[in-house]
């Protein structure tokens, strides 16, 4: 497996890529893949990072990620569907750690409480539970 720094000019999938994690993951965000591509090309010109994962000239993964004076903040990490419980995500999480990130930092990933294979998968690579975020949503009226 390969991998390389995003740029500008990889939005447009990535957007497509995080369309698929926000179904995948349960989430509520609605956001359509131009308005995804809109939002990606921000954090991109701003202060998140990107690198995407090949493997046979096939994109398999992408992470999104800011890093700030003490910790990297892990806002996305998406395997492609017919790529996953292959070791990409562990191998893509090694690459981050070994070659990307610097050691001495803390490292933050928020998880949805009803993704538990996702949260399984955190728990298997290092991660340990910290906070839990609680939510009253107002109703639709």
Same mark, same amino acid.
């Given at each position: 497996?390969?991998?390389?720094?995003?740029?500008?000019?990889?939005?447009? /999938?990535? &957007?497509?890529?995080?369309?698929?994690?926000?179904?995948?993951?349960?989430?509520?965000?609605?956001?359509?893949? &131009?308005?995804?591509?809109?939002?990606?090309?921000?954090? /991109?010109?701003?202060?998140?990072?990107?690198? @995407?994962?090949?493997?046979?000239? *096939?994109?398999?993964?992408? &992470?999104?990620?800011?890093?700030?004076? *003490?910790?990297?903040?892990?806002?996305? /990490?998406?395997?492609?569907?017919?790529?996953?419980?292959?070791?990409?995500?562990?191998?893509?999480?090694?690459?981050?750690?070994?070659? @990307?990130?610097?050691?001495?930092?803390?490292?933050?990933?928020?998880?949805?409480?009803?993704?538990?294979?996702?949260?399984?998968?955190?728990?298997?690579?290092?991660?340990?539970?910290?906070?839990?975020?609680?939510?009253?949503?107002?109703?639709?009226?």
């Amino acid at each position: 497996m390969t991998f390389r720094p995003a740029t500008i000019d990889d939005c447009p /999938l990535l &957007a497509e890529l995080n369309h698929l994690l926000i179904r995948d993951e349960g989430h509520r965000n609605s956001m359509t893949v &131009a308005k995804l591509e809109q939002r990606m090309r921000g954090w /991109l010109s701003s202060e998140y990072r990107a690198v @995407i994962y090949e493997d046979g000239g *096939e994109v398999v993964a992408y &992470a999104l990620y800011r890093e700030q004076q *003490e910790e990297i903040y892990l806002r996305q /990490l998406f395997v492609v569907r017919d790529r996953r419980r292959q070791g990409i995500g562990r191998r893509a999480m090694q690459i981050l750690r070994s070659d @990307i990130w610097p050691k001495n930092k803390r490292l933050t990933v928020d998880v949805l409480v009803a993704n538990k294979t996702a949260t399984a998968f955190w728990r298997a690579v290092g991660y340990a539970d910290y906070c839990l975020t609680l939510e009253i949503v107002p109703k639709q009226s």
